[in-house]
Structure formats: C-alpha cells, structure tokens
C-alpha cells in the first residue's frame, strides 16, 4: 500500500506553515462553508458519517464526541487541542504542527462551531517550543484574516485559541490530567465520569481532540464524510500517520489508510530492515503497546485489528526492532520511562511500577530466579487491572508481552543469575 | 430518587445520590479505605476499596462509583480479595513499618488492614525507597517514608480550612506532601491534617513518643478556649491529659478543632499549676495551707468587711471561662451572703453595651440564629469581627459557605485569612463602619432594594431616607477607602439574598460610639427583612468562652440570673424567694467600678476567680496600685499570676478537663462539659470552692452535692433555662430558650431547643429604625493620631494560654503590625522598637511591617507580657471604655 496524502498534503510545500501556503491549496474554504451553508448539527452530522475516530489513542468516534458537548448546555464550552504527544516513539502530531499548523486551527474552529464553543486551547508539550511559536504566529494570521477571533468572516461566530506550553509530564497527555494542568493544578487524572464533554475544563463542558483528529477535519468538510469513510477500512475510516522508529531503513511519518499491515509499513514504506538485519519485534502502538512478533507482521494497523491482536493502535507509534535487540532491557527502558512518568497519584502505579523496575534491574543483575517472573506477572496484572487512569493501566503491556512472546530472553538472564549479563544470541 | 441495588446477594433501597461505598456500610459491610473521606472531595487514588460491579469488567472503586438501580455489587470475591491484598502489598514495600516507634501506632489504617486484610510475609526484595525529610514545623512532625499519598491532608487543608498549605511535589514513587517548596509550615495549625491523615505521616509533635495510643482513656469535654463551644476529647493516662484528639462527627464543630483546643492542652498539667490553697503570713508570704484553714480565712474577712463596711465594700470579678455552674455560684455567694451586687466578668462590658441595644431592637439578648446557619448562607456581612480568630470554626462555616457560592463581605480594618476567600474584604478605617453600613442602606433605599413585607408595615422610610441624605455615595466611598462599585454590589448582593445573616465582633462595637454601628447594622437587616428565619440573623460574636453564660447566670452588677433587673422588686423577690435568702436592693459597680473604688478606698475586699487584671485590664499601673490597696484579696486561679501574686489568699481551681459542667456558647446552646482527670493536687472546681466557701460562712443555701444539683436550682431561677438539667445535655446541648414543656419533645434533627429566635417577626414596639444621623462613631484626637486595634492571635486566647508551651511555638510575643505605608510615614522601619503612647499609658513594643493591617491603623495582640496592653487601654463608665481600640502615639525608641 502506498502512502495518500491528506493530511500531509501541504507538507513538502515550501514554507509550509505560512498561512499562504495553506490558503493556495484549499485552506480555510471548509470554515466558510460550515459557517455560511451549515448548522453546527450538519457539522457533526458530517464528522458522524466520516466515522472518524480519535487519533489521540482511544480512537473515540469524534462526531460522537462533539454530539454530546454540543448537548450540554451550559456555557462557555472548549475546545482543546492535545498536542502534548507525548507517548515514546510518537511524532507525527510535530510533523503536523510544523508544517500545517492553519489545519489544526480551521479544524478546531469547526469543531468549536459544531459544539458551541467560542474558545479553544492547544496544548502543546514543553519539548517542543518551535511548535508553540509556529501555532502562534498561525494564529496570529488567522485572526488577521478573520479565520479565528470575534465575528468570523461576518458570520456571527467567535472562536480563539489560545497556545499553552506543558511542563513535561507524560500524563498530561490524558485528557483530564491535561485539563487539570491547563488550570494551573497538578498534572493528575480526575474521575471519570463524568466526562471532558460535559465537565472539562473549568468544570464546563469541553471536547479535547488530538491533533491529527482535528486536522482530519477541514478535508472531511470539504469533501464529505462519505468520501473519507471510502478510504482505510469500514470501521476505521481515513488516512493515518505512522511514526515509525527503531531499526528500520527509513524511519519518519508515513501517511497511509487505516488498515495498512505492518509488513506493508515496514517494508513497502519505511525501506525495511536495517542493512543486514531480521526482523524480531515491534510495539505498534507506542511505549503502551503490547509488542507483535513476527508471527504477526501481517496484523492490520488499525484500532480494531490490533485489538484482536492482543495490541493496540495507541498513536500510531509502531517501534521496530531487530534480532540485535534484548527484549529484557529493551522492556526496562520502557518501564523506566513509566516509573518515571507515573504522577503518583495511585497506590498499584505509584508503588507497583517501582516494584516491576526494582524487578528487572535484578533479573538484569542476575539476582533474581525464576519465581520473579510469575511475581512479576501478578504485579503486572495488579497494576493494569486496578489503575486509575490509562498510564498504569498500558505501562505494563510491554512486560507482559515480552514476557510471553520472548519468555526465553528472560529465561537466559535468570539461568545465568550470579554469573552477570546473559547473551542475546543464548535467547533467540 | 431511591434506587435499588444488590451488594454481596442482599438489597437495599438507598438515596440515588450516594456511592457504593455507603450503600454497603448501610448494610453493615465494611469495604477498605484509605483515601476517601466523606467530608473531602472523591479522590479514588489508593484503590483498596475495588469491588466487583456485575456487568463492569475492571473492578471499581466503591468510593466513587454512584449508585444505579439494579446494580448488582460484590465485596467478597476471590477477586477482590485478592485486588485488596496486592494494594496492601504495594503500599508496603516501601514502607518503614516502625510501628514500634510509631505515634500512629494503635489507630493507624495501614496498621489494622494490613492485619486484617495483608499478608504476613513479603515477596519484596532489596531495598527500599527512602525520602530525605526534614522537620517543618515545631509541633506537626512529618514522616514521608510513613506517608501512602492519600492526599487526605492536602484535601482537607484546602477544602476545609480553606488554607492550602499542604501539597503535593515529584511524582511517582517520589511523590512528597509538604508545604510550597517543602519550606517551613506557615499555616493555622488547625490539626486537620493530623486528624486526616490515615497513618502516621503526620503526628503531633506536642505528643511525640510520649505515650502509645492504646493506653490512653479517652473523655469528650467542651473546648475551654472560645465561644464557639467544640466539642473535643481529651486522651489521659494516670491522671494526665498527653493529647486532644478530634471527636469524629461530635458537636457542633463535628470534630474539627483549631489550634488552641487542639495544641493548647499543656496548660492542664503545666508543672506550675497552683495545687495547695495558699494564705499570706504574718511575714507577708504566701504559704500553703489546709482548705479548711483558707476558706475560714476568706470566710472571716469577707463577711468582716461586708458587715463592718457595708456590702458595697466588697466585690467580685469572674472569668466568663468559667462553667454556667461556677458563675451562678459565684454570684449567689456574692449577693446572699457578701450582700454585695458587685458583681461582673470581664465580657460584662460587651454585654453592656450589646445586649440592651438587642434588646430595645429586636427584644433579644443573643444570637437570633445558628452558627450551623453559616454554611449555608447566601449573602453574609461581617463587621468588625475576624470571625477566623474570634470564632474559628465558625470562620469554618463561613469557609464552606463560600466554598458553596455564598457572597461575604468583610468590613475590618485589615486583612483576615477569610479575605482571600471571600467575595470582598473591605479595609474600613475603623470609626467608618457605620458610614459603609449607612452607604448600604442608602443604596438600598434609592433601588428600592428593601424588603416588600417591611414597606407594608412601615409604610414609608422616610426617617431612614432623611438619614442617609446628606452624603453622596461617592463621599461615602471616600471616606471609607472603598469604591462606590463595592458598596452598591454589597448591597445588592445582601439584599437580593435569600438567606443573609449580619456577623458583627468587638473592633465595631468596643469603640467609643460603637452600639451606633449595631444600630445601624439592625437597621440594614430590618430594611432587608433578614430576620426571624434560618439563615437570616445578627450573631454578635465575641470570643470569651462562656460570655453568654455569665450574663444568663446573673455575673452582673445590674442583671441577675436570667437577665433580670436588679432593680427590680419582683425579680428580686422571685430570686430571693428561691434562694432563700437576701439580694440587696441597689445595683452593683462594674469592674471598672469597682477599680475606681478601691482606689478611692471605698472597696475594700474583692474575690477575683480565674480573672487575671493585671494582664487585660485597662489601667497599667493606676490598677496595680489599686489591688495593692485591697485590705483583702482573694485570687482563685490556675496559676500564680502577677495579680494572683498580690492576693492575701490563692484558692487553686481546677481547668475545665477536671470538672464537670455546662457552658452557654455563642448561639445560646448550652452543652455539657465533662470531667476527663481529678483535679491535679488539691485543687477543686470553681464551683465546689464557692459552694464550700458559703458552707464556710454558715450558709447552708450554698451546699450542693455535685455540680448539676446547681444546674437544677439554675433551671427553677432562669426562665429560659427551665428544662434544662445534666442529662438532657448529653448530646450536642440545647440552645435557649428551652422551658420544662419543652424538655417532652423529641430532638429535631438531632437539635433541642430553639434555632432560630424572631420566627414571627419583630414585635409592633419594635417596629422602628434608629436612623442614625451621624457618619462616624468617633474621630481620633490630633495627639494621639493613629488608631490601635487591640485583638487576639489565632494561636491564643486571654491571657490564660500563655501556659501552653506549644502555643508558644507558634506565638509567643507580641509585635506592633504596621502597614509599611504608615511606618515610611513615621520613618519607622521594620523590626525596629517603638513607643507606643495613649493618654493611659505606654510602652515599647518592635513594630512588624504587614499588608494585612489597613493603612493608619495598627494591630497589637493582647496576649503577651512584652506588650502590656493594660498600660495602654483607657479605662472608664461603660460608655467611655472601648478596651479593643485606643488611640496612639507612635514615637521612635
Ligand atoms: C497516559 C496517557 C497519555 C496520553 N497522551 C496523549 C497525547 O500525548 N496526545 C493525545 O492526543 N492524546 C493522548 N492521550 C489520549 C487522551 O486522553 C485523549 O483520549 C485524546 O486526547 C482524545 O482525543 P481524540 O479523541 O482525538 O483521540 C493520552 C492518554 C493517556 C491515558
Ligand atoms: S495510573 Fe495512577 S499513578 Fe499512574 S499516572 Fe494514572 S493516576 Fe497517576
Ligand atoms: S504509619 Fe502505621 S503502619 Fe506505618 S509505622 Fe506507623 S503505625 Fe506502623
Ligand atoms: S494544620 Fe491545618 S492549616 Fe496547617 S497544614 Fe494542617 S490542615 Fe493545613
Ligand atoms: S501525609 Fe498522611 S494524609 Fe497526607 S497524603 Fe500522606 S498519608 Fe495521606
Ligand atoms: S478509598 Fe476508594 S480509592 Fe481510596
């Protein structure tokens, strides 16, 4: 399968980001239009039949989620843009903010129209200040022209955007721990429900959508939802970006329709193996995800194959490695990463993540035995069943299926215990 | 809306609104918690209350999952078990578990599940996480290697007592709780957090490897430090008290405390406390004595002096901490068998001043409503009054009504720790309040704000109207230093309310001219109808424990029991009669009065009980020379005072946690005190020394058995006390007027008596506004320029708490506030030492910068030796005498 560009449309354009840029190629025509010949109800309408699902990780049908904040009736209502991409191995939301910054912008306005809210916040991660000045400076355009601010293009509607810099924390990804940090409060998750949609930020009805999720928004007004729920498969609609990392060829974004498999991702697009190399592993999905091995190169990427698969889409954030990796510290850096980045706030992450750490830095010592797996498994199970929010919940995927998938790696460290590092080679 | 539900196989019918958490404890079953605290906001973090939701495939935490009908519930899965024994397991690995050593030890959360729920061995292995702590507080220890990041104290300081000075910093397994930039605890040391806290995170450090939990008794006493009236429970073993702990869900504080009646406990066993009555020898030293030899003493002389000079040569100062049962003693002693009305309390002034204002007013003498009122009120004012130390857990009602979206101005001429919470705190000079409640009025006049009902009766305002003419709103502003914006939305805002109560305190009303602001501030309510319903009333708040009993109970020189003129022949005739025995017919001095008196010589003996002059009298030295020229002193007191150190005879009293006893609090509820530990050495209840005393003197009238056989003579003397005894008290009190009819009906809600005075409105002679012409209650004189507000510390009460070592931590000597704008005026920097000069008096006292205090006024708290507030203070008649604001000089030292 080859790549379709949609999303990433304007990317090779020189000056991309410029609102010029945007404007030559159909820029800014989907905003009028829903304004001018659209009530917000036919907005969604339109998003509903596109089936677009959200790109931030859950994949949560979009229309859906707008239809309720445009339900409640309090006000004001937000619309805020998840631009903290934070999950390792993902960063395709970049390419999209560097490059075509007004599609985020056009589609938040949509979206804000469709849901009744007059402002909107992009939150962008810390790392990425030239992301925040270039959405700046976009918005600073917009408003120049009247794509954003008070009484858009005469059309009576307001919306503006306001840029917020997070301070590096993983979590604030999820959308209630962002909301909380957008308040000024600790980045931690809240209860859910009730939901963003009715009891975001500042209590008041929000829609949070990722950044790829709005940027699909502006083509899908212009052409239609029926056009776009054509491409990739019947239950996952559209193009996605892939951000493909690790051991292969070519690594970068790569657009392609939903349901592209991951040998077709590796090897058609992202110029295979490195020189010399097997494949042996790929998490699809980010840090979060459990890995495929190569038995499953041909599982289709997209919410509901991976599903199946015992996986997930997550972001789109597929990290390939090959026979050089070793499974077990390839793991301990992902958990490291989790131990890390948990906030915290509950007792099976906060503790149970240091426990699963304390647990592998021993296997790799070589001071641990063979129960320490199934101990190790229990804890896993412990924390993804009994988190509070989805950080704990998905930070053990990858030790519970390195575990499964490549339970000799670990073997091999806990035969060799007391008489230091195992070899990979042992293993495989 | 009920809905029916299923937890482990039984159903139940519960309010929709609850969560799975209660519905199970309403069927006895008991699921773990850490985090969850009903009155704190849903957390959901430490996930040991999971429970299995039929339908739900991940366990959910019972704490905050709502109710649904037909859910169906289990708790007692292999599942959940085991989800229980892993959160436990979690927490543990890195917990010390020095419970051995432990101040939680005994009542700790993670101690008892992890008994009944945990596992005995570990499957941890190396070492475990260790957080640097350090000390960052005198009397809140901190332990964060104990602490499972429930962030219960977090919650409460924030959701509670609206303080917020607990957080939490890093994450992860680094998570730490502790104060901004984990520095130095700044904060009201209400104790919350301690109470909070499930484990042993957060201790006392007042009770610190002293003694185990499990070897303490406990007993539920009234908290002897304001009138607010909390109920506490003092933690005791062999006779000495080691701690106050927070007795959950009980009185009207349902379990909070704040400082004092949490850290101020030391000064019941204080090492020296007076244990042996004591009698002045021939050599002029006090020596101990038997009881029976020193109350023969005080018999001889003061019945000596009453017969040979007359009853009017002696006379008697009560404190208003003591019981109801005490005081009326007290007085009965005084009139019956010293023939002496000369009788007061230090409060007694307030009352003075107050009550007959109530009375020609509204035809009341106290509170018209509950303090359980402020938390649900719309609109408060509060004049006068920093209702945070005067009252603090009424401070904390009036926390949650703002949290709730309730609208409270403050009118002080400064800041308080309600200011960063409520809607406007308005920095009035003082002498200006009743120019700002004036401008209200007069907004509300010209917007036709006024209450329609009021119109109807009153026909027209034009008196009112006439009243506030002659001064623009404008002009109105400027004086006050507010703008004409914050006076015309105050107004709408407190009339437009539907619930609006009027708080107003000392700084407003003991200021000379003050009962013209509570004049004025009826007039506002009345004007706006804000009266005889719940949530609508006037609270005058003032801080001494038992004020309102003291007046009930007759410790004045002109009212006896139950509020009844001395002057009158049929009230003393109904007293007498039921005394049997003699009230004199003339009206006493006030203790003011009696001063002057004894330094004309004309008062020759006077009985102080648990009153201490020297230190909050006005008068300095013209005072201490006055005692001095007593022929006979008797001083009854916890403590050898300076005055208790002039006295012919020292009587030692007991403090409140050993007797038995009712106080009267703010809201007119009478409740029940009672006796944690005998009284240490010899000392003996107040009550039992003035009953001994009468006994002494051959009044039989004055023997009485305990201390609610004099309740029972108090309940046949005051009306509105009639059918009140020590048993019907047991829980949560009664809030006068109660009578014996009442006494047959159940409790309502849990409350008896009467909650709300006025229900039917004024009565037609009280239907008239004071209108009072003038703007301002007084102007300072051009010598002594700057006005002083004499108040108290959060951290103290009276001088009585000077005691308490831990008190001391956070407080321990006084410094002149001064906004830094006033000191550039003065050329007097911060920190630098002052004179501090009234016509009375002066000393020198270090000035303290501070943006809390109000440009040209200074603050001084009352507590502290380093700034005898006696010399200062002017004294003077009732109508003169303003101990909380004097006028100053403010020079260099
Ligand atoms: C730990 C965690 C981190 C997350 N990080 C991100 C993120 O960086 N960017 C993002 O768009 N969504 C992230 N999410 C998902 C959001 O919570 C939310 O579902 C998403 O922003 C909704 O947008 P969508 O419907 O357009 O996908 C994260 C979720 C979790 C649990
Ligand atoms: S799972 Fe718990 S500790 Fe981990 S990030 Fe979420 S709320 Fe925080
Ligand atoms: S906090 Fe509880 S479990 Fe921990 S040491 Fe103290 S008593 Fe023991
Ligand atoms: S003592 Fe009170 S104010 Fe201080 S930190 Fe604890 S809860 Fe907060
Ligand atoms: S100190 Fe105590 S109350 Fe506070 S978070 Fe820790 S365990 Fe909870
Ligand atoms: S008690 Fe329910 S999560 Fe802590």
Redesign the interface.
């Known amino acids: 399968m080859s790549e379709l560009k949609i999303l990433t449309r304007n990317v090779s354009r020189p000056n991309p980001a410029h609102i010029d840029s945007y404007l030559v190629n159909e820029g800014y025509v989907a905003l009028p239009r829903a304004l001018n010949e659209m009530t917000p109800e036919e907005v969604i309408d339109e998003v509903k039949i596109a089936r677009l699902r959200g790109r931030g990780g859950a994949g949560f049908p979009a229309g859906m989620k707008w239809d309720f904040a445009s339900r409640d009736r309090r006000k004001p209502k937000y619309i805020i843009c998840n631009a903290d991409e934070g999950e390792p191995g993902t960063f395709k939301d970049r390419v999209l903010i560097e490059n075509d910054p007004h599609a985020i912008l056009e589609g938040m306005a949509l979206a804000g129209y469709a849901a009744g809210a007059e402002k909107g916040f992009i939150y962008i991660r810390g790392e990425y200040p030239q992301g925040a000045r270039i959405l700046e400076r976009a918005i600073a355009e917009a408003t120049s022209r009247s794509f954003l601010g008070d009484n858009i293009l005469n059309s009576g509607f307001n919306f503006s955007v306001t840029v917020h810099r997070g301070a590096g924390?993983y979590?604030c990804g999820e959308e209630t721990a962002l909301i909380e940090s957008l308040e000024g409060k600790?980045g931690q998750s809240r209860?859910r429900p009730p939901f963003p949609v009715n009891v975001g930020y500042s209590n008041l009805p929000t829609v949070v959508n990722n950044v790829e999720t709005l940027a699909s928004v502006p083509p899908i007004i212009l052409r239609g939802g029926a056009w776009y729920a054509s491409i990739g498969t019947p239950e996952c609609p559209g193009t996605k970006l892939y951000s493909v990392s690790g051991h292969v060829a070519r690594p970068g974004v790569y657009e392609l329709p939903m349901g592209v498999t991951l040998r077709e991702l590796i090897f058609d697009n992202a110029g295979g193996m490195r020189e010399g190399r097997t494949f042996k592993a790929a998490f699809p999905g980010g840090a979060s995800s459990a890995c495929l091995d190569e038995s499953q190169l041909d599982v289709k990427l997209d919410f509901n194959s991976l599903a199946v698969a015992g996986s997930m889409l997550g972001s789109g954030a597929v990290i390939v490695l090959d026979d050089t990796a070793d499974m077990v510290k390839a793991t301990h850096v992902l958990i490291k990463f989790f131990?890390?980045?948990?906030?915290?706030?509950?007792?099976?992450c906060?503790?149970?993540?240091?426990?699963v750490r304390?647990i592998l830095?021993?296997i790799l010592e070589g001071s641990a035995s063979e129960q320490d797996l199934d101990?190790l498994l229990?804890?896993c199970e412990?924390i993804r069943?009994?988190?509070?929010c989805g950080l704990g919940e998905a930070s053990v995927s990858c030790v519970e299926s390195t575990i499964k998938k490549f339970r000799g790696e670990y073997l091999a460290y806990l035969r060799n215990s007391g008489s230091g590092e195992a070899e990979t080679e042992a293993a495989s | 809306m009920m809905v029916r539900l299923t937890i482990d196989g039984r159903q139940i019918m519960v309010d929709g609104h609850v969560n799975v958490l209660d519905a199970a404890s309403k069927l006895g079953i008991h699921i773990p918690t850490f985090c969850h605290q009903a009155r704190l906001s849903d957390l959901g973090a430490c996930r040991m209350c999971l429970v299995e939701v039929e339908g739900m495939g991940k366990l959910q935490t019972a704490c905050t999952l709502a109710v649904n009908d037909g859910m169906v519930v289990r708790t007692d899965t292999p599942r959940v078990e085991k989800a229980r024994r892993m959160m436990l397991e979690f927490l543990l690995i890195n917990h010390p578990l020095e419970c051995t050593v432990c101040d939680a030890s005994g009542e700790c959360t993670l101690q008892d599940l992890a008994f009944k729920h945990g596992s005995a061995e570990t499957r941890f292995k190396g070492k475990k996480r260790i957080l640097r702590d350090h000390i960052i507080s005198p009397l809140i220890d901190r332990n964060l290697n104990r602490c499972i990041q429930c962030k219960r104290c977090v919650r409460v300081c924030e959701e509670i007592q609206g303080v917020t000075a607990l957080g939490m910093s890093y994450r992860g397994a680094a998570t730490v709780v502790g104060p901004f930039m984990d520095k130095s605890l700044d904060c009201e040391y209400c104790s919350h957090c301690i109470w909070s806290c499930p484990v042993g995170a957060i201790t006392s450090r007042a009770m610190k490897h002293k003694v185990r939990t499990w070897e303490m008794e406990k007993s539920e006493a009234i908290c002897p430090y304001c009138s607010c009236g909390c109920t506490l429970s003092y933690n005791y073993r062999d006779n000495v008290v080691y701690r106050v702990t927070h007795a959950e869900g009980r009185g009207l504080n349902m379990g909070s405390l704040c400082s004092k009646g949490f850290f101020g406990y030391d000064v019941i066993n204080h090492p020296d406390r007076i244990t042996a009555p004591m009698v002045r020898d021939a050599d002029g030293v006090l020596r101990r004595t038997t009881w029976q030899s020193a109350l023969e003493e005080v018999a001889r002389n003061m019945k000596r002096i009453s017969r040979e000079s007359g009853g009017k040569a002696v006379g008697g100062i009560a404190s208003d901490r003591l019981t109801n049962e005490d005081l009326y003693l007290f007085q009965k002693l005084m009139r019956m068998v010293f023939s002496s009305n000369n009788v007061d309390t230090p409060s007694g002034l307030w009352s003075r001043t107050v009550v007959p204002v109530l009375e020609k007013r509204m035809g009341v003498r106290a509170a018209t409503n509950s303090l359980d009122d402020l938390n649900y009120t719309d609109a408060l004012l509060i004049v006068g009054c920093d209702i945070t130390v005067a009252n603090p857990i009424s401070g904390l009602k009036v926390k949650q009504a703002i949290r709730r979206g309730g609208l409270v101005t403050e009118v002080n001429p400064g800041k308080t720790a309600l200011s960063r919470l409520a809607r406007r705190s308005l920095a009035v000079p003082v002498g200006k309040e009743l120019a700002l409640v004036k401008g209200l009025i007069k907004v509300i006049l010209e917007e036709g704000l006024y209450d329609s009902e009021t119109l109807g009766k009153y026909g027209k305002f034009s008196e009112l109207e006439f009243s506030v003419r002659d001064k623009s709103l404008k002009e109105i502003a400027r004086e006050t230093d507010c703008s004409v914006d914050e006076i015309t939305q105050t107004a709408r805002e407190f009339a437009g309310a539907k619930k609006a109560s009027i708080i107003f305190g000392e700084t407003a009303v003991l200021q000379a001219g003050g009962e013209k602001v509570l004049e004025a501030v009826i007039d506002l309510l009345v004007l706006t109808g804000k009266l005889g319903q719940e949530g609508c009333g006037l609270y005058p708040i003032l801080s001494g424990t038992n004020f309102q009993g003291a007046l009930d109970m007759g410790v004045s020189p002109n009212w006896l029991p139950g509020h009844a003129a001395v002057s009158s022949d049929s009230e003393r005739k109904r007293v007498e009669k039921a005394w049997n025995g003699k009230v004199p017919k003339d009206g006493g001095k006030s203790a003011y009065e009696m001063i002057q008196a004894a330094a004309a010589g004309k008062l020759k003996a006077l009985y102080l009980a648990g009153v201490n002059p020297l230190a909050t009298f006005p008068g300095g030295e013209d005072l201490e020379k006055a005692l001095k020229k007593m022929e006979f002193l008797v001083v009854q007191e916890l403590f050898l005072t300076d005055t208790a150190k002039l006295a012919d005879v020292v009587l030692p009293a007991t403090s409140l946690a050993e007797k038995n006893g009712t106080l009267t609090n703010v809201e007119r509820r009478v409740q029940k005190t009672s006796k944690a530990i005998d009284g240490l050495g010899h000392s003996l209840p107040d009550w039992k020394i003035f009953s001994d005393l009468g006994v002494a003197c051959g009044e039989e009238g004055m023997n009485y058995l305990n201390s609610s056989e004099v309740m029972d003579e108090i309940a046949s003397v005051v009306p509105f006390y009639s059918g009140i005894n020590h048993q019907i008290l047991a829980d949560n009190g009664l809030q006068w007027p109660f009578s014996r009819d009442d006494a047959r009906e159940v409790y309502h809600e849990g409350y008896l008596g009467t909650r709300h005075l006025l229900p039917e409105g004024l009565s037609k002679d009280k239907q008239f506004f004071a209108a009072v012409p003038v703007w301002e209650t007084h102007s300072a004189d051009s010598k002594y320029p700057m006005t002083l507000v004499l108040g108290d510390l959060l951290f103290h009460s009276g001088s009585f708490t000077r005691y308490s070592e831990s008190l001391n931590q956070l407080a321990a000597q006084a410094t002149l506030l001064m906004n830094p704008q006033t000191g550039m005026g003065l050329d007097v920097q911060d920190g630098s030492s002052v004179r501090a000069v009234s016509t009375q008096g002066e000393f020198t006292v270090t000035v303290s910068y501070s943006e809390d205090i109000a440009p040209g006024m200074l603050f001084l708290p009352r507590h502290f030796k380093n700034a005898p507030v006696s010399a200062l203070m002017i004294p003077g008649p009732d109508d003169q005498a303003r101990t909380a604001i004097v006028h100053v000089r403010v020079v260099k030292a």
């Open positions: 924390a979590v600790r209860i131990e890390h980045e948990s906030c915290g706030k509950c007792t099976p906060r503790e149970g993540l240091f426990w304390r830095d021993q101990l229990e804890i412990g069943s009994t988190s509070f």
